[in-house]
């Protein structure tokens, strides 16, 4: 492509954000000039409902199993040598896109055993990595490989505004000139400390009451979730608030998507720019009496929101194709011209936004989690075995809790390690589970008759559907590159 022909990319990355618990609806700005003016996914997904993996996967376009990055303690050396070598940025860099990066990258980024703020992950022309997990305040940043500190002012130090004020002075100094803009805002992870003229916006609202909200224990899904009692009120309290807050929060988030389209509006050049607005994962908020987390492989954590503009996409469009984070790396390319790296799992959806859908497009994905092999901050070994007598709703020792501002919640368990095939067709419309645990345990839903998984069908279903889909999601594990598409069938009988 031609450098005069060369599209710009703005890709904003939020942390922990819903889909099916409403939180697009906060948005209103980006709802207007993403949705409204762009494309609107219906059937997004994640491969993996945790923040590292994920961010790796959508860093490089490959399942977990490909990238090895398996819990939040990732960015290691067998990262940095080998999958980050091959990131998004690498192969817009190459050819000839100025890159720019501003915000969570990797939970363990920064820190002295993945070699500190002077790595910059390869690719990036501009570099403000947030060291460590998400943070609003008293923060360490990476500037090109300099430690920056920054301290508790709002005016100089909130970290959604400080990489939207780095992207725009970016933006502006590069007009002209083909770039890649990548945002990783912290919001809405906990701790969700918000903006403080948004302090008064949506005071008493509550998480909604799902069918699943506070459906606990469960004796018939996997061991977590049959040692989880029910909230009581003072863990609704606190899943409420968390809420809330998230809400207040992706306020500064939708005021940055809005400076940004103001800014590329200004300079002339917003007609030659793609936008693209997605989650690492999605987030539950009281289902099956969990106050807040990700981790699970239930609709509510795997399902993100993913909007898109710009050249080619109409106003107003919405997309049923089943698209997944593997995606986004080589549609990121595809938007630059540049062709789909044979290493890359996923597939551009660009052709689908153009509203030239491939006569065959996938109707399954993978999504795969590991476990808690380190703790929510990606710095110490997890216990596998602590008792949390202090998390709220756990039945017995194992359980693991998670923190936010308000409290704990049990969210983990060691042996909360799954594989899933997610199936979207006319035909059927599932999710097989297969647990690595010591009772290989399965859970299996027919999302049209049971769309928040309230009862496991896998002992209602036929025994040869049951072992079809076993079938199937083993041919996704084996899967690398182009085969991940749609992974060819194996001929082998499976045990």
Same mark, same amino acid.
């Given at each position: 492509?031609?450098?005069?022909?060369?599209?710009?990319?703005?890709?904003?990355?939020?942390?922990?954000?819903?889909?099916?618990?409403?939180?697009?609806?906060?948005?209103?700005?980006?709802?207007?000039?993403?949705?409204?003016?762009?494309?609107?996914?219906?059937?997004?997904?994640?491969?993996?409902?945790?923040?590292?993996?994920?961010?790796?996967?959508?860093?490089?376009?490959?399942?977990?199993?490909?990238?090895?990055?398996?819990?939040?303690?990732?960015?290691?050396?067998?990262?940095?040598?080998?999958?980050?070598?091959?990131?998004?940025?690498?192969?817009?860099?190459?050819?000839?896109?100025?890159?720019?990066?501003?915000?969570?990258?990797?939970?363990?980024?920064?820190?002295?055993?993945?070699?500190?703020?002077?790595?910059?992950?390869?690719?990036?022309?501009?570099?403000?990595?947030?060291?460590?997990?998400?943070?609003?305040?008293?923060?360490?940043?990476?500037?090109?490989?300099?430690?920056?500190?920054?301290?508790?002012?709002?005016?100089?130090?909130?970290?959604?505004?400080?990489?939207?004020?780095?992207?725009?002075?970016?933006?502006?100094?590069?007009?002209?000139?083909?770039?890649?803009?990548?945002?990783?805002?912290?919001?809405?992870?906990?701790?969700?400390?918000?903006?403080?003229?948004?302090?008064?916006?949506?005071?008493?609202?509550?998480?909604?009451?799902?069918?699943?909200?506070?459906?606990?224990?469960?004796?018939?899904?996997?061991?977590?979730?049959?040692?989880?009692?029910?909230?009581?009120?003072?863990?609704?309290?606190?899943?409420?608030?968390?809420?809330?807050?998230?809400?207040?929060?992706?306020?500064?988030?939708?005021?940055?998507?809005?400076?940004?389209?103001?800014?590329?509006?200004?300079?002339?050049?917003?007609?030659?720019?793609?936008?693209?607005?997605?989650?690492?994962?999605?987030?539950?908020?009281?289902?099956?009496?969990?106050?807040?987390?990700?981790?699970?492989?239930?609709?509510?954590?795997?399902?993100?929101?993913?909007?898109?503009?710009?050249?080619?996409?109409?106003?107003?469009?919405?997309?049923?194709?089943?698209?997944?984070?593997?995606?986004?790396?080589?549609?990121?390319?595809?938007?630059?011209?540049?062709?789909?790296?044979?290493?890359?799992?996923?597939?551009?959806?660009?052709?689908?936004?153009?509203?030239?859908?491939?006569?065959?497009?996938?109707?399954?994905?993978?999504?795969?989690?590991?476990?808690?092999?380190?703790?929510?901050?990606?710095?110490?070994?997890?216990?596998?075995?602590?008792?949390?007598?202090?998390?709220?709703?756990?039945?017995?020792?194992?359980?693991?809790?998670?923190?936010?501002?308000?409290?704990?919640?049990?969210?983990?368990?060691?042996?909360?390690?799954?594989?899933?095939?997610?199936?979207?067709?006319?035909?059927?419309?599932?999710?097989?589970?297969?647990?690595?645990?010591?009772?290989?345990?399965?859970?299996?839903?027919?999302?049209?008759?049971?769309?928040?998984?309230?009862?496991?069908?896998?002992?209602?279903?036929?025994?040869?559907?049951?072992?079809?889909? =076993?079938?199937?999601?083993?041919?996704?594990?084996?899967?690398?590159?182009?085969?991940? =598409?749609?992974?060819?069938?194996?001929?082998?009988?499976?045990?």
């Amino acid at each position: 492509v031609a450098a005069a022909d060369k599209k710009n990319v703005v890709f904003v990355l939020v942390d922990d954000q819903d889909l099916l618990l409403g939180s697009l609806a906060c948005l209103n700005k980006t709802r207007s000039l993403l949705i409204d003016q762009g494309a609107y996914f219906t059937n997004a997904f994640v491969a993996t409902p945790i923040c590292c993996p994920s961010r790796a996967t959508i860093q490089t376009g490959r399942y977990m199993h490909n990238t090895k990055v398996y819990d939040n303690g990732c960015g290691g050396t067998e990262w940095q040598e080998g999958p980050e070598k091959l990131n998004v940025a690498h192969f817009a860099n190459s050819n000839g896109y100025k890159t720019f990066y501003a915000g969570k990258y990797l939970n363990n980024y920064g820190t002295k055993p993945v070699g500190g703020v002077e790595h910059i992950p390869p690719g990036w022309t501009r570099w403000f990595g947030l060291v460590g997990n998400s943070k609003y305040y008293d923060y360490d940043v990476s500037n090109n490989g300099t430690l920056e500190h920054h301290g508790s002012n709002y005016a100089t130090d909130y970290f959604t505004d400080y990489i939207k004020n780095k992207s725009i002075s970016f933006i502006k100094e590069t007009a002209g000139e083909p770039f890649f803009v990548m945002l990783g805002s912290p919001a809405p992870h906990v701790p969700n400390i918000f903006a403080p003229q948004y302090a008064n916006k949506y005071l008493g609202i509550k998480a909604p009451r799902t069918p699943s909200w506070n459906k606990a224990p469960n004796p018939d899904k996997h061991w977590l979730l049959r040692e989880v009692g029910p909230m009581d009120e003072a863990q609704i309290k606190n899943s409420d608030l968390t809420y809330a807050d998230r809400w207040r929060a992706l306020q500064s988030v939708d005021d940055m998507v809005a400076e940004i389209v103001h800014t590329l509006e200004e300079l002339g050049i917003l007609d030659d720019t793609y936008i693209i607005y997605s989650s690492d994962h999605g987030f539950h908020l009281g289902e099956f009496g969990m106050g807040f987390d990700k981790r699970q492989l239930y609709e509510t954590d795997i399902r993100v929101p993913l909007l898109a503009r710009g050249p080619g996409i109409k106003p107003g469009m919405k997309i049923d194709n089943m698209v997944v984070s593997v995606d986004w790396a080589p549609t990121i390319l595809d938007m630059m011209g540049i062709a789909k790296p044979d290493i890359m799992d996923g597939r551009s959806w660009l052709p689908v936004a153009h509203g030239n859908a491939p006569s065959v497009w996938r109707d399954e994905i993978m999504v795969e989690y590991n476990g808690p092999q380190v703790d929510e901050y990606g710095i110490l070994p997890a216990d596998p075995n602590r008792a949390t007598p202090s998390c709220p709703g756990a039945l017995l020792p194992g359980v693991m809790c998670c923190g936010g501002e308000h409290g704990e919640a049990p969210c983990d368990a060691k042996n909360n390690t799954y594989a899933c095939v997610r199936k979207l067709s006319p035909s059927e419309n599932s999710i097989y589970c297969k647990f690595n645990d010591d009772q290989e345990f399965v859970e299996y839903y027919d999302i049209n008759k049971d769309p928040w998984a309230l009862q496991n069908a896998v002992n209602t279903s036929s025994p040869a559907h049951m072992e079809e889909r =076993f079938k199937r999601l083993k041919e996704f594990f084996d899967c690398s590159g182009n085969d991940c =598409f749609i992974p060819p069938a194996q001929s082998v009988k499976i045990n």
